[in-house]
């Protein structure tokens, strides 16, 4: 077993003063995440599409760790006017942000449109994350050991994108549209690092999967066959979410940690154990998909980046 593979969440270093914003931060990874967080000192900005979940998120983490530093704001990623205004507000009180864990996704959805009129998975899974951080990375810049976590899968591997039909508009599956949105998740975490690296922004993108953990996303999908297989008849082979968010805390948190690395766990086929370097998709680095993946992003979000300080509109 390697010396990450043994790392736990005890061994998160003194995070006082520093941070964070976590999508998806009412449940699962992103709540262990935020608890996980909190318990060392951070403060923690849960990114939230509902308030009332976020504040009983908040409820639960101070009974267990009275003066957490925790504030609740709505943000519903697969809505770009509600990214532009999560960004605005954060924009206006913070100077600086030191971690940005990408964290939300949704799963298997019947085809759905976003209000922008993409497919729901690839809206919230990648474009939301890919305006939100662009709206965001000039405070990320002003961070101290700033980084980007962004959560993909073991299926990112199964993937395909769709430039000829991103939205499935031609043809949709539940399954197969989440597999593109999770190897969209690692193209964009991988060009990211390769263009923050070529200018040499104290910015690192890294990435993380949590093999299989016992979240919600499973079990909220409203497609029977996903819903009964992976929230119910597979349950009892997941690891908990605490186990599961470990490698995105090591992504986020750990000494060491470089830019283009990608985080998951070390046991067999990957499924549970401690965090280890993993491997990424051939697809997911290749350069010409990440820049094809990159400028659609810019044009359906209208967020372009600028990597030597920010994003603009």
Do not use: C
Not at 84 to 93: I, K, N, S, V, Y
Not at 250 to 278: D, N, S
């Amino acid at each position: 077993m390697t010396e990450t593979q043994q790392w736990t969440a005890e061994h998160i270093p003194d995070q006082t003063g520093r941070v964070y914003v976590v999508t998806g931060a009412n449940s699962g990874l992103g709540l262990a995440t935020t608890r996980a967080v909190a318990r060392r000192g951070g403060q923690v900005i849960l990114a939230v599409r509902d308030e009332t979940k976020g504040r009983r998120a908040v409820e639960q983490i101070t009974a267990e760790h009275p003066g957490a530093r925790l504030d609740v704001r709505r943000l519903d990623l697969a809505d770009l006017d509600s990214v532009r205004a999560f960004a605005d507000g954060l924009r206006a009180e913070h100077a600086r942000l030191d971690v940005l864990v990408n964290n939300a996704g949704v799963m298997a959805p019947p085809w759905t449109l976003s209000a922008q009129g993409h497919e729901l998975q690839f809206a919230a899974n990648h474009l939301g994350h890919f305006a939100l951080t662009g709206l965001l990375l000039d405070r990320l810049a002003a961070g101290d050991d700033p980084r980007v976590v962004t959560v993909s899968s073991l299926k990112h591997r199964k993937g395909r994108l769709r430039f000829d039909d991103l939205h499935g508009e031609r043809g949709y599956a539940p399954m197969p549209f989440y597999d593109q949105s999770k190897l969209a998740n690692a193209v964009f975490g991988h060009e990211l690092h390769r263009r923050l690296r070529a200018v040499g922004s104290p910015v690192r993108s890294v990435l993380a999967h949590p093999g299989y953990a016992a979240t919600n996303l499973p079990a909220a999908t409203p497609v029977p066959l996903v819903r009964v297989l992976f929230g119910r008849l597979l349950k009892p082979l997941a690891q908990t979410a605490e186990r599961g968010a470990l490698p995105q805390l090591y992504a986020a948190t750990a000494p060491g940690v470089e830019g283009g690395q990608f985080y998951g766990p070390g046991g067999p086929g990957e499924m549970r154990g401690g965090p280890a370097l993993v491997r990424i998709s051939p697809a997911a680095t290749d350069t010409g998909t990440g820049g094809r993946l990159w400028e659609v992003s810019e044009r359906l979000t209208d967020v372009r980046y600028d990597i030597g300080g920010g994003a603009s509109e």
